[in-house]
């Protein structure tokens, strides 16, 4: 009726009423003998009639850039994730990347969640540094704060930062490399050992660091950019980017429609 549906328009736009689901309200609104009509009504009644539920949401303002350095070596990340098998086991990968490059300095594949591994990696991915110290964003995870890695940081060869608690920044880039790692290459083969998956993740590392163009280098490759050996690229690229167009645009003029 013209009275019931005037109720639930005042229910549904109503601010006391903004926190309970359409669906909850329409049981709400029978047991409070006000009308007595299926969720499926309110719906189709909110629908025709456009109305719209005070329950615009606020939330805070995310950070537009996330922490970036300046050259190889001043950042890193590591993290560690999980990798489930067709039986059902686990399989644990933990990598440090450099926030600078993006390449993958270390990283290691365990059948058992291995707390020192981090330390590890990070002896291996520093053997090669000489005067640099750098700055190693992690996670709260007990494989970031252990004796090893305690030990590492007082030791001077690096400093450590919590994520989202020391810094308002994530750690987000690494996080971004597992879903690529996931998605683009492992879910797309037969994860039936961590054998398997250590040769999975053995060839991507090897493609992404050494092959694979990241956009945000103008074409350049996490190595490239890491060795500073791959400066001309973008330029070569630009060049050869217009060659082609005005190499199109010839080929295109020259072509003659049939029926003209």
């Known amino acids: 009726t013209p009275a019931e549906v005037d109720t639930i328009k005042k229910m549904v736009t109503s601010d006391e009423y903004r926190h309970v689901p359409t669906g909850t309200l329409a049981l709400l609104a029978q047991r409070l003998r006000k009308v007595f009509a299926s969720s499926s009504t309110w719906y189709r009644l909110i629908r ?7 329950r615009k949401r606020i939330h805070p303002v995310k950070p537009k850039v996330s922490i970036s350095a300046s050259g190889p070596n001043e950042i890193w990340h590591v993290d560690t994730t999980l990798i489930r098998l067709l039986d ?42 000489e005067d640099t110290k750098p700055t190693l964003l992690v996670d709260g995870g007990v494989e970031n704060f252990n004796i090893e890695v305690d030990e590492l940081v007082g030791s001077g060869i690096l400093n450590r930062l919590l994520a989202m608690t020391e810094i308002t920044f994530s750690n987000s880039l690494i996080e971004s490399w597992w879903r690529v790692l996931k998605h683009q290459w492992l879910y797309l083969n037969t994860l039936d050992t961590v054998s398997t998956i250590k040769n999975l993740v053995t060839f991507y590392v090897e493609e992404h660091n050494t092959r694979l163009p990241h956009s945000a280098f103008r074409g350049q490759t996490p190595d490239e950019m890491y060795f500073k050996t791959g400066n001309e690229i973008p330029r070569r690229l630009e060049t050869a980017r217009k060659a082609a167009r005005e190499a199109r645009m010839e080929v295109n003029r020259n072509n003659s429609c049939p029926t003209c």
């Open 48 to 54: 025709i009639h456009e109305w719209r539920r005070p």
């Open 88 to 129: 059902g086991n686990r399989a644990y990968l933990h990598a440090v990347i450099d926030n600078f490059s993006r390449r993958i300095l270390a990283w290691k594949v365990s059948a058992t969640f291995d707390p020192s591994a981090t330390a590890e990696l990070l002896l291996r991915a520093a053997r090669h540094l």
